[in-house]
């Protein structure tokens, strides 16, 4: 018989606990970036063709594949459904998504499966018929429709006249044709090429899309000083003195975290009813309500914060200043708040993110009026709207910048004050 | 001179009533007394950073029981020394005397002679967070000698420290009661620490003081 002594004592493994942790963390951590990397990744940003219409008659395919005829020399733009294994040439060649030349007077699209209906696209690229200039405005006549719209931007390469190269906006189009201002004393062109730019550069180019970051970046600001001018006395006051109805106010305060967007935006709108005209004139569907939407939910957000932030500072600072000569305020002004310049910082970015990010009050309170209350989140919306997703996305890629450069400014200031 | 007459405070559940103390001007007191027996609040009292329900508070010849803190002239060291943590040595040394506004070559001076009194000289530029134990707690002294009070309120100024510096805190703590005549009252648990040091030497015991000779 053993000694029951001598049995060693043996703790189980940590690694589980560890492992399982990492597993955790780990996956989130990686949702998060492969999702900003994805929207990086999912714009495209060389230009693109300008393209006429879909050449593909839908319906379901047969064994011999789909034909199409082409133009022998002319350019086009092929892209595979789900049900589509390529497009083949004549000589045989089996091409995948892309730019091609056609090599003959037709094309086969071939399907992975029969009997499935076409989810592929062809379309031509638009090549340049004639142009003409009055008073310095081109027009181009295209030998397809171009599907290009008013107030969209253009590139123009011409490789042997000045006036001409350049990202342009498109004043005025028909089915195909379109106009735009040269620059002055341009001449008649020889050759020219049109593509489609970017859509970041499209956005970056769009007026209604200029005014709204513009918007935003005002409104954010204002929103986050007038948020940090509230949040840091309330946040002091629940934080230092108890009183009758503390718990009440809490939970008012606390209002606006939990009540979804769009109702706080509504119960505005409802409000600024029962406001004097003027006052309801000047705010409501217009840019002051856009800052009043975004402030009412960053604020309730800041004030935790500051709370939080002047609740971690003990009282005993403040106390061995009223002993050494300060009043409250003296010591609110000397010793706390240079305590609390991380916590306002904190405050601060929050406010700004939440700010930037918010959409459904503002849609409720402010309209979405192009430039007037359009801010980069109902940018996005309208882009959306109008079927053009990769213009939401570039939208989207500006926020994330405009947040991205916020964070970064906040930390850096963070660490000066923490290695100074 | 420190005179407590028939001091009341109540908070909650705890009570401290008829409370008695007199400390005569440039003595070193003592309190002693077990944990949560009130012997903070009633420093805090003195300075004025807790309210009393009845009785009178006298620092020198004067009446301050409705005095602010900053009126009343004293110097407090609380337990945790609180240290604000923004500002250099040099700053906190010198935070009463720009509320003061006093001139800057004064302050400047006071300064040094603070730094000198306490040997903080070579620590005047340091932030608090890169200061020792003992470091801190000359610190947090010089802070509330700065402006000259009448009375100095130490909430267990040693009891952080080991034994060497202890004995090296006491001997300065000696040395600036006879170097400035500063009336001290100074909490302690230690018996030793309170025979090394008082001249008066209190207990609070069952919310009432026994004063020993």
């Given amino acids: 018989m053993k ?43 060389i230009d693109q063709s300008v393209l006429g219409n879909e050449m593909i008659r839908q319906g379901r395919h047969v064994e011999s594949g789909v034909v199409v005829p082409t133009e022998k020399g002319r350019r086009y733009f092929f892209r595979a459904g789900k049900n589509e ?21 037709e094309v086969a699209i071939v399907s992975s499966e029969e009997g499935k209906p076409v989810t592929a696209s062809l379309r031509p690229e638009v090549r340049l018929k004639n142009f003409a200039i009055t008073n310095n405005v081109a027009t181009l006549t295209t030998d397809e429709p171009h599907g290009l719209l008013w107030g969209e931007y253009i590139r123009v390469s011409s490789s042997d006249v000045v006036g001409w190269d350049g990202v342009r906006e498109i004043t005025e189009t028909t089915a195909d044709q379109l106009s735009f201002k040269l620059d002055e ?17 499209q956005a970056l180019r769009s007026r209604d899309i200029r005014f709204s970051i513009k918007l935003s970046l005002i409104s954010c600001t204002l929103t986050t ?95 061995v200043a009223l002993t050494l000569g300060c009043n ?84 850096t200031l963070g660490m000066k004050r923490i290695f100074a | ?17 008829g409370i008695e103390l007199e400390l005569s001007s440039g003595k070193y007191g003592v309190l002693m007394g077990r944990s949560g027996c009130g012997k903070t609040t009633l420093l805090e009292a003195i300075c004025g950073l807790r309210k009393i329900d009845q009785g009178k508070i006298i620092l020198g010849d004067r009446d301050v029981t409705n005095l602010p803190p900053a009126e009343r002239g004293v110097g407090y060291v609380p337990q945790d ?64 000698l700065a402006h000259k009070p009448s009375v100095l309120c130490l909430d267990e100024p040693l009891s952080a420290l080991d034994e060497e510096l202890h004995d090296e805190m006491c001997q300065l703590l000696e040395h600036v009661n006879g170097q400035t005549g500063v009336t001290v009252l100074h909490i302690t648990h230690s018996p ?18 026994h004063h020993d000779v």
């Fill in chain 2, 81 to 144: 020394r609180a240290l604000f943590p923004t500002q250099s040595v040099r700053e906190q040394l010198a935070f009463a005397l720009v509320l003061r506004s006093l001139g800057q070559s004064e302050i400047s001076r006071r300064v040094e002679e603070l730094a000198e009194l306490l040997g903080l000289d070579e620590l005047l530029d340091r932030l608090p967070d890169k200061l020792s134990g003992g470091e801190a707690q000359r610190v947090a002294l010089g802070r509330a």
């Fill in chain 1, 328 to 411: 409250r305020n003296k010591a609110f002004w000397r010793v706390i708040m240079p305590q609390a310049k991380g916590g306002l910082l904190a405050a601060g970015t929050l406010a700004w993110a939440r700010a930037l990010g918010e959409f459904g009050p503002i849609l409720v309170f402010a309209g979405a009026t192009r430039q007037k209350t359009e801010v980069l989140p109902t940018s996005a919306f309208l882009e959306l709207q109008a079927g053009r997703t990769e213009g939401m996305l570039a939208v989207s890629l500006i926020m994330i910048a405009a947040a991205v450069v916020v964070f970064i400014v906040a930390r």
């Fill in chain 1, 3 to 45: 000694d029951k002594e001598s049995v060693v004592f043996r703790v189980a493994s940590d690694k589980p606990f560890l492992i399982g942790m990492g597993i955790l963390g780990g996956s989130y951590l990686l949702i998060i970036v492969s999702m900003v990397m994805a929207d990086l990744f999912f714009l495209n940003y």
């Fill in chain 1, 85 to 105: 294994t390529g497009l083949r040439q004549v000589d045989g060649s089996l091409l995948g998504t892309g730019l091609f030349t056609a090599d003959s007077d």
């Fill in chain 1, 225 to 319: 000083l007038f948020s940090l001018w509230i949040a840091v006395p309330i946040g002091y006051v629940m934080s230092r003195f108890q009183f009758r109805g503390k718990a009440v106010i809490d939970t008012i305060l606390d209002i606006p975290i939990v009540l979804p967007p769009l109702v706080v935006g509504l119960s505005l709108l409802i409000l600024f009813r029962y406001m004097p005209d003027w006052l309801s004139d000047a705010v409501v569907y217009k840019w002051p309500a856009v800052v009043l939407a975004q402030f009412m939910v960053a604020c309730a957000f800041a004030v935790r914060t500051m709370r939080v932030t002047f609740d971690q500072i003990p009282q005993r600072f403040e106390q």
């Fill in chain 2, 1 to 17: 001179m420190i005179r407590l007459a028939d001091i009341t405070i109540k908070q909650g559940g705890f009570e401290l009533t």
């Fill in chain 2, 192 to 209: 030793s620490e309170a025979k090394r040091l008082a001249g008066c030497h209190y207990h609070l015991v069952d919310g009432k003081i």
């Fill in chain 1, 185 to 201: 004393g341009a001449d008649l062109a020889g050759t020219l090429r049109l593509s489609k730019p970017n859509p970041l550069v």
